[in-house]
């Protein structure tokens, strides 16, 4: 099916340790988002990349990396994960004239 | 500072009950972006709609309606004659961007529980 798809699903890190989330889109679309989701504050955009070769903080990128590898993946990397990144993350894509397409998420528990 | 006030935390109704969800919101852009989504117990986020700042008619679609206000800086939601799969996390959200932008770069109120039961 086409869309955005993440992975993994669930992990779980202790503090300290690195790890990258995937993010690939199959609808050929130029931007991209990294956005968490935490009880109480809604989502909050991480990073974004309004097209291949270019990326953007958003609102909290404290803690995060991304690459956009091609037109098709966007990753986000914890390099030092910590207790307050504990969080639903979501990728996201929109071609520019219409509403995002969310990944599924990937609900990440840093202990 | 939270630019998208969702003061209501949770809603519970019963079946066939009208429920609205209020939002206000905060900007000092002329042009902006107000959006609707839904996020059921399966935790996939749902579009609903998209006004621009300088459309104030209000909108129908089915069951759901919205009222929007600049001079109160409001753009609630209705749902009309609730049901049980109406049950779900609504999202309004509010963009400054333009261009692509105008649909990817959201600021999100935090969301209000919306529980329909039986």
């Known amino acids: 099916n086409a869309g955005v798809t993440q992975t993994p699903k669930f992990q779980v890190l202790k503090t300290g340790q690195s790890m990258t989330l995937q993010c690939a889109q199959d609808m050929n679309h130029n931007s991209m988002y990294w956005y968490r989701q935490d009880p109480g504050m809604g989502l909050r955009l991480i990073y974004y990349s309004a097209s291949e070769g270019t990326t953007d903080k958003g609102e909290v990128p404290n803690g995060y990396n991304v690459s956009r590898l091609n037109k098709r993946e966007f990753s986000l990397r914890l390099e030092s994960a910590a207790p307050s990144q504990t969080s639903v993350y979501f990728c996201?894509?929109?071609?520019?004239?219409?509403?995002?397409?969310f990944g599924n998420g990937t609900r990440l528990t840093v202990t | 500072a939270q630019k998208v006030t969702q003061a209501q935390t949770e809603i519970s109704v019963v079946e066939k009950e009208d429920v609205t969800l209020d939002c206000v919101y905060e900007t000092r852009d002329t042009t902006y972006y107000l959006f609707w989504y839904k996020q059921p117990p399966s935790g996939e986020l749902v579009f609903l709609i998209r006004?621009?700042?300088?459309?104030?008619q209000n909108e129908i679609s089915g069951r759901y309606s919205w009222n929007f206000q600049k001079s109160t800086s409001s753009f609630n939601f209705t749902i009309t004659a609730s049901q049980v799969v109406d049950s779900a996390v609504y999202f309004c959200a509010l963009s400054e961007g333009v261009g692509a932008d105008s649909w990817g770069k959201l600021q999100f109120g935090a969301g209000t529980q919306v529980v329909v039961t039986p």
């Open positions: 006004r621009n700042s300088f459309d104030e």
């Open positions: 996201a894509s929109t071609p520019g004239t219409s509403p995002l397409h």
